[in-house]
Antibody, heavy 125, light 110 residues
Framework: EVELVESGGGLVQPGGSLKLSCAASGFIFSGSVIHWVRQASGKGLEWVGQIGTERSGHATGYLASVKGRFTISRDESKNTAYLQMDSLTIEDTAVYFC????????????????WGQGTLVTVSS | QSALTQAASVSGSPGQSITISCTGTSSDVGRYNYVSWYQQHPGKAPKLIIYDVSNRPSGVSNRFSGSKSGSTASLTISGLQAADEADYYCMSYTTSDTWVFGGGTKLTVL
């Protein structure tokens, strides 16, 4: 069964740091692009960033508001992706999901499946 | 990158059909024929229900269908059931090599 499991969420003070993990199983992790998506309470989904495979040199991309503060990485030996979050603000409070990128057959053809259950990050003093 | 535009809520009675629209720009929905849709029940992870505008993953009911015209994509749910009550999100790749979601539509089955 294809599965993603996030962990590492918790309470952190403004300006603090937190590192989330996304453990994958049931598929070839090394061949899959992984995305992070967040959802503030009562709000919609917001794409946070992505990390590519070794073929792309593990290229990363980020939402403008987190660029320079968040870093996505991966460890193929552990089938795990990470989201390092620094200089956290109250606006970063959300449930963070990781999800697998599925490429289609054309430029721009892609979708996310499956999704992990999410991990809650609360930034508060 | 602004969120794609979706109505905040829609409702319908069991057995009826409803349509949720998702409007973007020439940099996302209007540029690519590759919109996907996700269903999210309260407290749960999103679930893929439509990809590449109109394709259903294995296991998703054929009561769910999708289409697109210009910069607006649409999700139609026919034969509404109580279990369909959830939030629905559209998503598109963008010309900035980022991804953008719609603001979400809450479906209420009356």
């Amino acid at each position: 069964e294809v599965e993603l499991v996030e962990s590492g969420g918790g309470l952190v003070q403004p300006g603090g740091s937190l590192k989330l993990s996304c453990a994958a199983s049931g598929f070839i992790f090394s061949g899959s692009v992984i995305h992070w998506v967040r959802q503030a309470s009562g709000k919609g989904l917001e794409w946070v960033g992505q990390i590519g495979t070794e073929r792309s040199g593990h290229a990363t991309g980020y939402l403008a508001s987190v660029k320079g503060r968040f870093t996505i990485s991966r460890d193929e030996s552990k089938n795990t992706a990470y989201l390092q979050m620094d200089s956290l603000t109250i606006e970063d409070t959300a449930v963070y999901f990781c999800t697998r990128h599925i490429p289609g057959h054309g430029i721009g053809s892609n979708w996310f499946d499956p999704w992990g259950q999410g991990t809650l990050v609360t930034v508060s003093s | 990158q602004s969120a794609l535009t979706q109505a905040a809520s829609v409702s319908g009675s069991p057995g009826q059909s409803i349509t949720i629209s998702c409007t973007g720009t020439s940099s996302d929905v209007g540029r690519y024929n590759y919109v996907s849709w996700y269903q999210q029940h309260p407290g749960k992870a999103p679930k893929l229900i439509i990809y590449d505008v109109s394709n259903r993953p294995s296991g998703v009911s054929n009561r769910f269908s999708g289409s697109k015209s210009g910069s607006t994509a649409s999700l139609t749910i026919s034969g509404l059931q109580a279990a369909d009550e959830a939030d629905y999100y559209c998503m598109s790749y963008t010309t900035s090599d980022t991804w953008v979601f719609g603001g979400g539509t809450k479906l209420t089955v009356l």
